[in-house]
């Protein structure tokens, strides 16, 4: 019998309830479990939503039930800690027993920190890093109406706080109920179908790379893939059923990011920061590089992740990684530094703030601040060739 120490098991957090099809969101009043519940709810909505049938219905639908829901909407784009709080203030005030956040990743995330505010202490900005309150949130109901970000599903939530972005991962932010009404998403912008679907593929390709993926995670990674792979030209092209099936690949990859990601998503922030764009533009502009950066995973993963990609059995990550720059391309997104209309000469200070700021200790190959920086150079151009020789020839360590 041994005497160390047992292995830490990898934990998959899935939402207790996911509600599928058009028109749910109606429903979700009858469908709050907590005591308490139903009889005081804060609204999180994305400000252009606020005025949409569907938010409107929602609302009558909970004054039916003789609810009068408390309707926060001031998160933009770019969610900050005094967006948070404001509303935390809020529904702490009205001591809410469910949270129901409807939007966007930003909205979302907002909905977590404030469902965990309502209970516990402090402000957004004292709850950064992986925590674990102490007191049990209210009831938490997330409704996505866009199809990449996945936070209907993570324990991840990310707002921007002193100009920079910061991380929240708790057990509590997992929904008690998540719903997906793709009548929420089917008259998105081209654009946002683009970026957000994009989002989605560098959530499923970089869970599959990280050294913390598991079996399950792997599983729902590639049907990701392969659903955003198989409908993001059709839906940036107006397609409301392919639209609807990324609104699942969202939720599938937002399920393979209990694994994480890696480097892709550090030089999106680092991207963001010089030139701001969507979450989504930035992380697909970087995935193609991310692949290159760490073509030299072990075989097994690179096989899933090639094979999911391009669309049949193959280990040619070189083929996955140009297949991906091609549909970044072809539904309107940046594929280069040049393209996203990144400044010249910002590659070092890029780098510094990938590696420093957003380290990821489950990418393959080292984040080494001179290799960042040289495949920072090869995505000035473009030069895809470029970046798998950063670190071609290497040692690992």
Do not use: C
């Not at 706080?161 to 997906?180: N, T, W, Y």
């Amino acid at each position: 019998m041994s005497s160390g120490h047992p292995p830490s098991p990898a934990t998959f957090l899935a939402p207790k309830r996911t509600w599928v099809g058009a028109d749910t969101l109606h429903a979700v009043p009858h469908g709050l479990t907590r005591p308490g519940g139903a009889g005081s709810v804060l609204l999180a909505v994305d400000r252009v939503l606020v005025d949409h049938p569907s938010v409107r219905l929602l609302v009558e639908e909970f004054r039916a039930l003789g609810v009068v829901p408390e309707v926060v909407s001031d998160f933009g784009p770019e969610l900050t800690s005094d967006q948070v709080d404001s509303a935390a203030w809020v529904a702490r005030a009205r001591g809410v027993g469910a949270v129901v956040g409807v939007g966007g990743g930003s909205v979302l995330d907002a909905a977590k920190m404030i469902a965990l505010l309502v209970t516990n202490d402090g402000t957004s900005s004292d709850w950064f890093g992986a925590v674990e309150p102490p007191h049990r949130p209210p009831e938490l109901v997330l409704v996505p109406t866009t199809v990449g970000t996945g936070a209907e599903v993570t324990r991840v939530s990310m707002i921007t706080d002193g100009g920079e972005k910061r991380i929240a991962a708790s057990a509590a932010f997992v929904p008690d109920l998540v719903v997906l009404d793709e009548r929420l998403v089917a008259d998105l912008p081209a654009p946002v179908v683009a970026s957000t679907g994009l989002d989605a593929l560098a959530h499923a390709s970089e869970s599959i790379l990280a050294s913390s993926s598991t079996p399950l995670t792997e599983v729902h990674a590639e049907t990701a893939i392969r659903l955003v792979t198989g409908n993001l030209d059709a839906a940036y092209g107006g397609d409301r059923d392919a639209t609807g099936r990324l609104l699942v690949a969202a939720y599938h990859a937002g399920l393979a990011l209990n694994a994480g990601v890696v480097l892709g998503h550090s030089l999106g922030y680092a991207v963001n920061h010089e030139r701001p764009l969507p979450h989504g533009t930035t992380t697909g502009l970087a995935l193609p590089y991310t692949i290159a950066y760490n073509h030299r995973v072990e075989e097994r993963r690179a096989t899933l992740l090639a094979s999911a990609l391009v669309g049949e059995p193959t280990r040619d990550l070189r083929a996955a990684a140009e297949e991906v720059l091609a549909l970044v391309r072809r539904v309107g997104q940046p594929g280069s530094l040049n393209e996203a209309g990144v400044p010249a000469g910002v590659e070092d200070a890029m780098a510094r703030r990938t590696v420093e700021l957003y380290p990821r200790p489950t990418n393959p190959e080292p984040m080494n601040l001179e290799r960042v920086r040289a495949l920072l150079t090869t995505m000035r151009d473009g030069d895809l060739e470029g970046a798998f020789a950063v670190t071609t020839g290497m040692e690992s360590a």
